[in-house]
């Protein structure tokens, strides 16, 4: 019976990764744009705001596939939005029109609406099938979104090449399916186990609705966490390359911080949740911010050569982030309503996905240095990190208020309440 189980779980995980894997397609659009772009004569404003809507709708589809799946069952937010997925990518490779219009609908918004809700479903599915380690099960298949751009980005370049951008989507398309269908046969909760009853007896108490989560400073303390730490990373993300170029680092070194970058994005997504396990996800946090103010301020202070790392080390500032909160805001606001409560916690890259090129867009408007919008992204990082710092005390606060009733029933003494609340990771 355990054997079954385990053999259950490692295909729920190994499906539900490859499935993840693909919802990072949005992020290598940069390499078909060109394509795009020249097959239909769309400016760059035209075929931009494709990757603007995916992420957008991205958000919305978190919110809703999390909802059906904590209603219903992964089984079938996977299947709706596998399909709407899968069907946005197909109909993308006949969407090549004169008008972006209908692009705008299926890379976009149906692209994105679909990844929303398989992404949520499965990052919440994986952390019920590890109680005892919900960072390291979210970790696992978050790490595979940040290795979508190491591995597609180099087939895309040489499928863009060779047969063009609509018979690339098709073939992209085509495995999206496969994946799809993997997901729908191999992805649901598990069954109830001794391990499952003991780890939602120790969640007793703390079981939010998103309505009664999004009426709590603890909501507003995460999202803003999320909004202003993440700024930082998509203000340089875009320029990583040419502020190296820019600076007299080679393009051969600039486009290898770039890859690197991407390794330690994904890097970061697994290792970051899984020692946060043990040693609390506050603090882990508070780290990743910590280097990013120190990355925007090399940006701008240090030398030239130094810029290099400093790219490095924000894309796995970004994979920090990302890999973290999901299990950050179910240890906060419980397993029970964690696909849709997180998603809710998202609009957070929403607002930040449109914030970091405003940021940069005022700053090449006025002709200023772009140390300025570095400066912007150190001041961002900062800010995330008073967030964090108040999200703290106020479950430190609430620790308090329960008279430590919450880590009583997980059998933890009184003495250890404080760092408990500091962790926030039992």
Same mark, same amino acid.
């Given at each position: 019976?355990?054997?079954?189980?385990?053999?259950?779980?490692?295909?729920?995980?190994?499906?539900?990764?490859?499935?993840?894997?693909?919802?990072?397609?949005?992020?290598?659009?940069?390499?078909?744009?060109?394509?795009?772009?020249?097959?239909?004569?769309?400016?760059?404003?035209?075929?931009?705001?494709?990757?603007?809507?995916?992420?957008?709708?991205?958000?919305?589809?978190?919110?809703?596939?999390?909802? $059906?799946?904590?209603?219903?069952?992964?089984?079938?937010?996977?299947?709706?939005?596998?399909?709407?997925?899968?069907?946005?990518?197909?109909?993308?490779?006949?969407?090549?029109?004169?008008?972006?219009?209908?692009?705008?609908?299926?890379?976009?918004?149906?692209?994105?609406?679909? +990844?929303?809700?398989?992404?949520?479903?499965?990052?919440?599915? /994986?952390?019920?099938?590890?109680?005892?380690?919900?960072?390291?099960?979210?970790?696992?298949?978050?790490?595979?979104?940040?290795?979508?751009?190491?591995?597609?980005?180099?087939?895309?370049?040489?499928?863009?090449?060779?047969?063009?951008?609509?018979?690339?989507?098709?073939?992209?398309?085509?495995?999206?399916?496969?994946?799809?269908?993997?997901?729908?046969?191999?992805?649901?909760?598990?069954?109830?186990? +001794?391990?499952?009853?003991?780890?939602?007896?120790?969640?007793?108490?703390?079981?939010?609705?998103?309505?009664?989560?999004?009426?709590?400073?603890?909501?507003?303390?995460?999202?803003?966490?999320?909004?202003?730490?993440?700024?930082?990373?998509?203000?340089?993300?875009?320029?990583?390359?040419?502020? +190296?170029? =820019?600076?007299?680092?080679?393009?051969?070194?600039?486009? %290898?911080?770039?890859?690197?970058?991407?390794?330690?994005?994904?890097?970061?997504?697994?290792?970051?949740?899984?020692?946060?396990?043990?040693?609390?996800?506050?603090?882990?946090?508070?780290?990743?911010?910590?280097?990013?103010?120190?990355?925007?301020?090399?940006?701008?202070?240090?030398?030239?050569?130094?810029?290099?790392?400093?790219?490095? $080390?924000?894309?796995?500032?970004?994979?920090?982030?990302?890999?973290?909160?999901? %299990?950050?805001?179910?240890?906060?606001?419980?397993?029970?309503?964690?696909?849709?409560?997180?998603?809710?916690?998202?609009?957070?890259?929403?607002?930040?996905?449109?914030?970091?090129?405003?940021?940069?867009?005022?700053?090449?408007?006025?002709?200023? =240095?772009?140390?300025? /919008?570095?400066?912007?992204?150190? /001041?961002?990082?900062?800010?995330?990190?008073?967030?964090?710092?108040?999200?703290?005390?106020?479950?430190?606060?609430?620790?308090?208020?329960?008279?430590?009733?919450?880590?009583?029933?997980?059998?933890?003494?009184?003495?250890?309440?404080?760092?408990?609340?500091?962790?926030?990771?039992?």
């Amino acid at each position: 019976m355990e054997k079954n189980r385990s053999i259950v779980r490692t295909m729920m995980m190994v499906c539900g990764a490859f499935a993840i894997f693909f919802t990072g397609f949005p992020h290598v659009w940069s390499i078909y744009q060109p394509y795009a772009m020249e097959l239909t004569g769309w400016s760059q404003g035209q075929t931009s705001m494709c990757f603007y809507l995916a992420m957008a709708t991205f958000v919305f589809g978190n919110i809703f596939g999390g909802r $059906l799946q904590d209603k219903y069952s992964p089984r079938l937010a996977v299947s709706i939005g596998g399909g709407i997925f899968t069907a946005g990518i197909l109909l993308s490779a006949f969407a090549m029109l004169p008008s972006p219009v209908m692009i705008y609908l299926t890379y976009g918004v149906m692209q994105g609406f679909g +990844q929303g809700m398989i992404y949520t479903t499965i990052i919440s599915t /994986a952390q019920k099938w590890f109680p005892g380690r919900p960072g390291l099960a979210s970790g696992i298949v978050v790490t595979a979104n940040g290795l979508c751009g190491f591995f597609l980005a180099p087939l895309s370049r040489m499928l863009l090449a060779e047969i063009g951008i609509s018979n690339t989507l098709l073939i992209v398309g085509a495995m999206i399916a496969v994946s799809w269908g993997l997901g729908w046969k191999f992805i649901k909760n598990p069954e109830n186990t +001794q391990e499952n009853e003991k780890e939602r007896k120790k969640q007793k108490g703390r079981q939010y609705t998103s309505g009664e989560m999004v009426r709590t400073k603890k909501f507003y303390y995460l999202l803003c966490t999320m909004l202003f730490g993440l700024i930082s990373y998509l203000i340089l993300s875009p320029l990583s390359q040419t502020v +190296q170029i =820019d600076r007299g680092i080679s393009v051969s070194i600039a486009v %290898s911080a770039v890859m690197l970058g991407s390794i330690c994005n994904a890097g970061t997504r697994l290792a970051l949740p899984a020692l946060a396990d043990k040693i609390g996800r506050i603090g882990c946090i508070k780290a990743v911010l910590l280097v990013s103010v120190a990355a925007m301020c090399l940006l701008i202070a240090g030398p030239a050569p130094l810029t290099t790392l400093c790219v490095v $080390l924000m894309y796995g500032c970004y994979g920090g982030i990302m890999g973290s909160f999901p %299990s950050l805001t179910s240890s906060i606001f419980g397993m029970e309503h964690s696909g849709e409560n997180y998603g809710f916690v998202m609009i957070g890259i929403v607002i930040a996905t449109f914030a970091a090129p405003a940021v940069t867009g005022v700053v090449s408007a006025g002709g200023l =240095d772009i140390n300025v /919008a570095f400066g912007a992204g150190a /001041a961002s990082a900062v800010l995330s990190f008073i967030s964090l710092i108040l999200l703290e005390r106020e479950l430190k606060k609430e620790c308090g208020i329960q008279n430590c009733e919450r880590t009583k029933e997980s059998g933890i003494s009184g003495k250890m309440c404080d760092s408990v609340c500091k962790a926030v990771n039992k």
